[in-house]
C-alpha cells in the first residue's frame, strides 16, 4: 500500500478531456478501458506523475472500479507512482547495452547527477533509472527521456555531459519547455 | 443433452459431460488420483491455470487426434475429450513437476504456521505434506510484506499468500464493486486496496472462506483458539441475506467462529453473509443441525470425532502413556 | 548482394513519407489486393510464401491466417505486435521509423485478408517516437484514401488505430497484448481458447508481427511463390536481423534466410566482424531467449558443416548443440565479456518482466537470478550450478505462457556450454572478480564426430 503523499484534489483541463474523447473513440462501445493505457500516458505527460487521486479522476472519465486503474498503473513500469525529476533518464540496463558499457554509464550519470537510482536531484530536475531492453541495442548503450521519450544513443561520458547541460539550460531558458 | 465423453485418469475410466475439465473428471472419481489444486475453485468463474499444482499428463489427446499433449497442462483449465488418457501419479513427471511447483510457492512463505490461524486447515500445509521436500533449497531473504486491516473484520497478510487470485474473483462476482486487487508485477505482486479503504459488504467475508492459505483471517477469531481445539457443528438460521447455512466453531460453551460450509475439497457450499459470519455468535442464533463430518486426514478431527491413535513412540514409552492418560480415557469413552 | 525486399528502398530520402513511398511503388499491394483479389486468394499468396512467424515463434503466417474463425455477425481483429521487448532485437523499430508505410500498407492488405475492419498496431510505450511516426503514417494514407469507408470502391471499410504499451516485456506474448489492448494488467491469457477463436472483446483475433505484415506487401505483389524462392527449405524469404554486441557494424539487416552464420558475422556486407580486433566467444542468435552458444558451436553444426542463418540449421542439434533463430536479435559476444554476468544479467531481466500469475515462473525467475547474482560476486557455491539447471527445469514447460521457457533456456544452455566458466567464479572468487575467464576453449575447432564403426 501506498506511503507517499497525494495531492488533494486533480483537474483535467478541457484540452486533456478532448484529447480522451479522442482515444476513446478507437474502441467498439462499451470498450472505453482500452483506453487506460493511453490516457495514463496523458496524465502522466501532463502531471509528471500518477497520483491516486488522478488515478481516481481516470476511473471516473473511464466509468471503471479505481481499482482497475491502480491494477494496470502498478503493474506497467512506464507510470511513475511518486514525483520524480522533471528530467528522467532512463538507462537501458539489459545485456545487449551492457556488452558495451551500459553499466559504466549508469555509474557516471549517478555520480554526475550526485543522486542514487529513483531519487531527486536538489534542484528537482533530475532523476535517472536503469529500465530493461528498450529494443535499441544496435544503437547501445541509449536511454530515454519521458514524456515524447526521445532517444539518446551510442552513449560517451561526454554525450551525457552535453545533455545534461542542455536539458539545464532549456528548463533554464522557459520553465515551460520539457 | 450431449453424449457423454469417456475420459481414463491413472488408468480408471469415466464418462463424464462434455466440457468437463479433467480436474473435475477426477474429482467425480474420487480418491488419490484427484489432483490438488491451490486457486482453482469450481465457484468461481475464470479461476484456475495459475498455481500449476494440478498439472497433469495428457498422454493420449483424444480418440480421434491420439498425439499426446506436448507439455503438462492444467488439469483444471484443460477440458476432457473423448478418449483422453490422463496420468496424474502414475506419471514420474507429474510427480517431479509437482514437487517443483510446492518447493516454488514455499520459497517465499514464511512458515509461521505456528502463530499462523489457518493452520490445521491450511491447503499449503497440506500440500507440502503430501507433495514437498523436508528441506528448502532457498537461502535468501525471504519476501514479506505489512500486514494490513480491510476494515475491522478482515486481515490480510501478505506475506502469506500465494496469489491464487480467488479473492479477487470473490469481490468481482459476489459483490457491486471491488476494491481490492492485484497490485506490482511479478514476485512483488500483492493484494491490496493501494489506497487504504475497507471492504465494506455483505460478501466480503468470503475471502477469507476462498483463501486457501493464512492470508486473508478473521479477525473476530483472531488468535482465539487453535481450530484443532474447537467443535465444528452444522447449524442454520433464517437470514435474509444469504442461505443461512453455515458451520459453527465452538469452544467450550462459546461460537468462536462461524463459516461456510465446506466440502472436502475446501470449496465452500454456499457463500454466506457478513452478518451470520461476524454478527451472530450466539447458540441461540442457530437452529442446530449436528456435528460436522471432517475427514479422518484432517488434524481437526484427532481430538473429537476419531480413536485416539498414538505414534508409535508412545505407546512403547511408560512415561508417555501415563502423559496421555486422559486422552486415552476420553478415546474409550466414545 | 542478397536481395532487399523490405529494405529495398530504405536508403531514399524521405521514404518515409506518403508521397516517397508511393512514388517507389508503394501502396501497389494495396491496390492489386483490393481491385483483383479476393481474401482468399491473399490467404493463398502468403500459404504459397511460406512466410513464418517473424516476431520468434516461426508459426506459419497463412496457417495461422486460416485458422480464423468466422462467425457470423461477430467483429474480427487483426492486432500488430509492435511491442518489441526482446534483448537484442530492434527490427521493428527501425522498420517503423524509417519506412512506417510499409507497415500501414501491410495491415490494411492484412486486414482485407483477413476481413477486419478494425485493426490495432501495439507498439511498446517506450517507443512514443515512433508512435507518432505511424500516427502521421495513417494520417497520410488516410488522406489518400487508402483508409476509411469504401476503400478504393471495393466496399472495404478499415481503420488502423496505434495503441501505447505501458512497459512490460511480457505484453509481446499475444493474448498477453490483447489483455493489455483490453485495458487490463498484461497477464497472458491460459489456452484455449486461442485467439483465433476468441480474442480481442472475445472476437476472433489475429496477432502478427510488424515484419510479418510488411511481408505481406512484397507477397501480394510479387506473389507467393516468387518470395518462396528466397531462402532454404521451410525457411522461405528474408528475415530482418538485429545485430547487437561486440560487433564492428551492428544495425538491422534484411538477409536472405540461408547465409551462412559466419558471413553474416565476418563479411563486410553485414556486420564486419569483431570490433576492436577482438575474437568471438559467443553467440546469442535470436534474442536473449533462445540458447547461448559458443563461438565454435554457432560457426560450425556438429558434423563439421557450416551453420546457416536458417530456422532449421540454426535449431539443428536441438539444445544439445542447437539454438534458435527467434526473433532474429543477433548478439556478438567478445572475448572480453563474462558469460556468468550476461546470464545473471539476461535472469534479471526475465525476473523483473515475469507478470507473477504463475508460481514457477514468479518464484523461480527470482530464485535464478539471486543464485545467479551469487556466483556472479564471488558467493557462490558449486552445488549452486546444478541447482540453477534444476530450478530452470522446474519452470520449463509448466509455466502459462513461454516467459518460463524463455528465462530457463538461457541459463540451462550458458551452463551447458560454459559450465568451466561458472566453476572458475566458485573456485576463483576473488580472480572472478578483477578478470574474465577469457576465450578460454570456446572458439577451438570442434572435435570431429567419431567414425561410425
Given amino acids: 500500500m501506498l506511503n507517499i503523499a497525494q495531492p488533494e484534489q486533480v483537474v483535467f483541463k478541457p484540452e486533456l478531456i478532448t484529447k480522451f474523447n479522442e482515444i476513446v473513440a478507437r474502441y467498439p462501445e462499451g470498450k472505453q478501458k482500452s483506453a487506460l493505457l493511453p490516457i495514463l500516458h496523458l496524465v502522466q505527460a501532463e502531471f509528471g506523475w500518477v497520483s491516486g487521486p488522478a488515478m481516481d479522476k481516470v476511473a471516473e472519465y473511464l466509468d471503471i472500479k479505481p481499482i482497475e486503474v491502480y491494477e494496470v498503473a502498478t503493474f506497467y513500469t512506464m507510470f511513475f507512482l511518486k514525483p520524480l525529476g522533471k528530467h528522467v533518464l532512463e538507462v537501458c540496463r539489459t545485456g545487449p547495452c551492457c556488452l558495451v558499457g551500459a553499466e559504466k554509464i549508469m555509474k557516471y550519470i549517478e555520480q554526475k547527477l550526485g543522486v542514487k537510482e529513483g531519487e531527486v536531484t536538489p534542484d528537482g530536475l533530475f532523476s535517472w533509472r536503469g529500465v530493461e531492453c528498450l529494443a535499441a541495442c544496435g544503437m547501445a548503450p541509449v536511454l530515454q527521456i519521458g514524456p515524447e521519450y526521445k532517444f539518446h544513443e551510442n552513449l560517451t561520458e561526454a554525450k551525457i555531459d552535453e545533455l545534461i547541460d542542455s536539458l539545464r539550460l532549456t528548463t533554464a531558458v522557459n520553465p515551460q519547455i520539457s | ?334 | 548482394m542478397g536481395r532487399k525486399i523490405l529494405l529495398e528502398h530504405i536508403n531514399v530520402p524521405g521514404i518515409n513519407t506518403f508521397d516517397v513511398y508511393r512514388q517507389k511503388g508503394g501502396y501497389r499491394a494495396l491496390e492489386k489486393a483490393l481491385k483483383t483479389m479476393s481474401s482468399d486468394d491473399i490467404v493463398e499468396e502468403v500459404k504459397k510464401s511460406g512466410l513464418r512467424g517473424r516476431g520468434g515463434a516461426g508459426f506459419p503466417t497463412g496457417m495461422k491466417w486460416s485458422f480464423l474463425a468466422k462467425p457470423e455477425g461477430k467483429a474480427r481483429y487483426l492486432v500488430c505486435n509492435a511491442d518489441e521487448s526482446e534483448p537484442g532485437t530492434f527490427k521493428d523499430r527501425y522498420l517503423m521509423t524509417y519506412i512506417p508505410h510499409l507497415l500501414v500498407e501491410g495491415m490494411i492488405v492484412s486486414s482485407f485478408a483477413l476481413g477486419a475492419n478494425t485493426s490495432y498496431i501495439y507498439v511498446r510505450g517506450e517507443m512514443m517516437p515512433q508512435i507518432r511516426i505511424l500516427e502521421k503514417a495513417i494520417a497520410e494514407a488516410k488522406a489518400a484514401g487508402f483508409l476509411g469507408k469504401n476503400i478504393l470502391g471495393s466496399g472495404f471499410d478499415h481503420e488502423v488505430y496505434v495503441q501505447p504499451g505501458g512497459g512490460a516485456y511480457i505484453c509481446g506474448e499475444e493474448t498477453a497484448l490483447i489483455e493489455s489492448l483490453e485495458g487490463k494488467r498484461g497477464n497472458p491469457r491460459i489456452k484455449p481458447p486461442f485467439p483465433a477463436i476468441s480474442g480481442l472483446y472475445n472476437c476472433p483475433t489475429v496477432v502478427n508481427n510488424v515484419e510479418t505484415i510488411a511481408a505481406v506487401v512484397p507477397i501480394v505483389n510479387d506473389g507467393g511463390d516468387e518470395y518462396a524462392k528466397i531462402g532454404i527449405g521451410r525457411s522461405t524469404g528474408t528475415k530482418l536481423i538485429s545485430a547487437s554486441g561486440n560487433l564492428n557494424k551492428p544495425g538491422v539487416y534484411e538477409i536472405e534466410l540461408g547465409v551462412t552464420v559466419e558471413d553474416f558475422i565476418y563479411s563486410d556486407e553485414y556486420c564486419g566482424g569483431i570490433a576492436n580486433g577482438k575474437r568471438l566467444k559467443a553467440v546469442v542468435a535470436g534474442g536473449s531467449s533462445v540458447p547461448i552458444l559458443p563461438a565454435n558451436l554457432i560457426l560450425k553444426l556438429a558434423n563439421g558443416e557450416n551453420r546457416l542463418m536458417t530456422y532449421e540449421s540454426l535449431s539443428d542439434g536441438g539444445f544439445a548443440t542447437g539454438t534458435m533463430l527467434g526473433s532474429g536479435g543477433f548478439v556478438a559476444f567478445d572475448e572480453d565479456q563474462c558469460i556468468v554476468r550476461n546470464t545473471w544479467n539476461f535472469s534479471r531481466f526475465y525476473h523483473h518482466e515475469s507478470c507473477g500469475q504463475c508460481s514457477p515462473c514468479r518464484e523461480g525467475t527470482g530464485w535464478m537470478e539471486k543464485v545467479l547474482h551469487r556466483l556472479e560476486y564471488g558467493h557462490g557455491k558449486l552445488s549452486d550450478i546444478d541447482l540453477l539447471v534444476d530450478v530452470s527445469k522446474k519452470i520449463e514447460g509448466n509455466t502459462i505462457c513461454p516467459l518460463g521457457d524463455a528465462a530457463a533456456w538461457p541459463v540451462a544452455s550458458a551452463i551447458r556450454h560454459f559450465r568451466d566458466e561458472f566453476e572458475w567464479h566458485v573456485t576463483n572468487p576473488k580472480e572472478a572478480m578483477e578478470r574474465n575467464y577469457g576465450l578460454a576453449g570456446y572458439a577451438d575447432p570442434l572435435p570431429k564426430p567419431e567414425e561410425v564403426m
Fill in chain 2, 1 to 334: 443433452m450431449s453424449e457423454k465423453v469417456k475420459v481414463s485418469i491413472d488408468g480408471i475410466t469415466i464418462e463424464v459431460e462434455p466440457g468437463t475439465s479433467i480436474l473435475n473428471a477426477a474429482r467425480i472419481i474420487g480418491g488419490d488420483i484427484v489432483p490438488p489444486a491451490m486457486c482453482y475453485y469450481s465457484k468461481l468463474e475464470g479461476s484456475g491455470g495459475k498455481c500449476r499444482t494440478c498439472l497433469v499428463k495428457v498422454s493420449k489427446g483424444s480418440e480421434k487426434d491420439p498425439r499426446p499433449m506436448p507439455k503438462l497442462v492444467a488439469s483444471c483449465r484443460t477440458a476432457v475429450m473423448d478418449g483422453m488418457e490422463v496420468q496424474n501419479i502414475t506419471s514420474p513427471e507429474v510427480k517431479e513437476a509437482r514437487k517443483g511447483v510446492v518447493e516454488m510457492l514455499l520459497i517465499n512463505h514464511p512458515l509461521d504456521c505456528p502463530v499462523c490461524d489457518q493452520a490445521g486447515e491450511c491447503h499449503l500445509q497440506d500440500l507440502g505434506y503430501e507433495h514437498g521436500s523436508e528441506a528448502t533449497r532457498y537461502e535468501f531473504e525471504r519476501r514479506t510484506f505489512d500486514r494490513i486491516d480491510i476494515g475491522d473484520k478482515i486481515q490480510l497478510h501478505m506475506t502469506r499468500c500465494i496469489l491464487c487470485y480467488r479473492c479477487v474473483y470473490v469481490a468481482d462476482q459476489l459483490t457491486e464493486k471491488r476494491e481490492h486487487g492485484i497490485l506490482g508485477r511479478g514476485d512483488a505482486s500483492e493484494i491490496s486496496t493501494y489506497i487504504e479503504k475497507a471492504i465494506e459488504n455483505d460478501f466480503s467475508g468470503n475471502v477469507i472462506d476462498v483463501c486457501p492459505v493464512g492470508a486473508l483471517t478473521d479477525k473476530t477469531f483472531r488468535f482465539k483458539q487453535r481450530v484443532w481445539f474447537t467443535k465444528p457443528v452444522e447449524a442454520h438460521r433464517d437470514c435474509p441475506t444469504c442461505t443461512g447455512k453455515v458451520s459453527l466453531w465452538y469452544k467450550g460453551e462459546d461460537v468462536i467462529r462461524v463459516t461456510a460450509r465446506k466440502d472436502v475439497y475446501g470449496e465452500v457450499e454456499d457463500f454466506i453473509c457478513n452478518t451470520c459470519r461476524f454478527e451472530k455468535k450466539n447458540t441461540n442464533d442457530w437452529i442446530i443441525d449436528g456435528p460436522r463430518q471432517i475427514s479422518n486426514r484432517s488434524v481437526i478431527s484427532s481430538n473429537h470425532y476419531e480413536q485416539l491413535a498414538p505414534p508409535p513412540v508412545v505407546r512403547k514409552n511408560l512415561a508417555l502413556q501415563a502423559a496421555n492418560k486422559e486422552e486415552f480415557e476420553r478415546a474409550t469413552k466414545h
